[in-house]
């Protein structure tokens, strides 16, 4: 699996609009054409890390990379190894809730996860579904979210598969 050194961040940002979009950043500490610090919006569900520090690879499926449905219908796993730098999955945006995305990649072991944008457009908040009693497992995500911009997202997938 091709991974990317990703030191978070978090971070507590700004506005925009009409309601508030809660801001991080994203530390890249490789490969070297990558190093710098990104600006990423926090999801409003699961455990944000308000002022926390997180450090891990960055993976990104070969199989379900909406992460739409569970990693196990594909036999993926990201659970971290005794010993290793966990793994932060970046998923696509599209086809399902942030929090259908968020839900899968934690039971599929990861640490964290960073959804690409599909469009550039300025960031938003990743936010819970509206419908009641459709998502009963929301109050169970505990990893941290963040939507990061398509660019930034086209050139973590450039660059991991470079890796």
């Not at 030191?7 to 054409?33: I, M, Y």
């Not at 009641?132 to 660019?151: C, F, H, M, Q, V």
Request: hydrophobic fraction near 40%; proline fraction near 5%.
């Amino acid at each position: 699996m091709l991974r990317l050194l990703v030191c978070a961040l978090f971070l507590l940002g700004s506005c925009h609009g009409r309601f508030v979009v809660e801001k991080n950043s994203l530390k890249v500490t490789a490969p070297e054409d990558l190093k710098g610090t990104y600006e990423c919006a926090i999801g409003n569900f699961g455990v944000p890390q308000y002022g926390g520090t997180m450090v891990g690879f960055v993976a990104y499926p070969k199989a379900n990379k909406k992460a739409c449905k569970d990693f196990d219908d594909f036999d993926i796993s990201y659970k971290s190894k005794p010993g290793a730098f966990p793994t932060f999955l970046l998923v696509d945006r599209g086809d399902c809730f942030f929090t259908k995305k968020a839900w899968n990649a934690q039971n599929a072991g990861a640490a964290a996860i960073l959804v690409a944008d599909d469009k550039d457009e300025p960031l938003i908040t990743m936010d819970t579904p509206e419908e009641s009693g459709r998502a009963d497992y929301l109050e169970n995500i505990t990893i941290p979210s963040a939507l990061i911009t398509k660019s930034f997202g086209d050139r973590l997938k450039k660059a991991i598969a470079n890796w």
